[in-house]
C-alpha cells in the first residue's frame, strides 16, 4: 500500500469494495473473466457482471461519485482508444503528477473493511 491515498474511499455510502489482483478474490476476478493472472497492471471495475478496464473502469467508478467528481464522467465522449492511451500516459506518469509519500499509510479498520 506504499504511496497509496485511501481517502476517496470516504464515501459515506461505502460504494465499493477493493480487491487487489495479487489476493484470493482478486485472481478470482481476473481468471472469471479471462484476464492474466500472472502479471495484471490496471484498474478493473465490475458492476452488475460486467468488466471494465482501464478508462471505462475509472469512468464508470467516478460516475457514482458525488459532484464535482462526477462530472468527469463526461470523458465518455471521447473514443475508447483515445482514453485508454490517455490512461496509460497518466498510469505511467502518476507519481510525477500526483506526487509519492514517503511513507506507507496504515490502512484504519474502516479502510480494512472495504477490501474483499
Known sequence: MDGVDLSFMRTKKRLF???TVQSEQGQQILHHFGLPTDYF????YVENGTLYVK???????????PVPYKLL?????????????????????RYKIFGRD?????????HLGRFL
Not at 497492471?41 to 478493473?44: F, G, L, N, Y
Not at 514517503?102 to 474502516?110: E, F, H, Y
Open 17 to 19: 469494495k477493493l480487491a
Open 41 to 44: 497492471d490496471t484498474m478493473v
Open 55 to 65: 478508462s471505462s473502469a475509472f469512468l464508470k467508478a467516478i460516475s457514482r461519485f
Open 73 to 93: 464522467a463526461v470523458f465518455w465522449i471521447i473514443p475508447r482508444p483515445i482514453r485508454d492511451w490517455l490512461y496509460d500516459r497518466v498510469a505511467l506518469n
Open 102 to 110: 514517503d511513507q506507507c499509510m496504515l490502512p484504519t479498520a474502516d
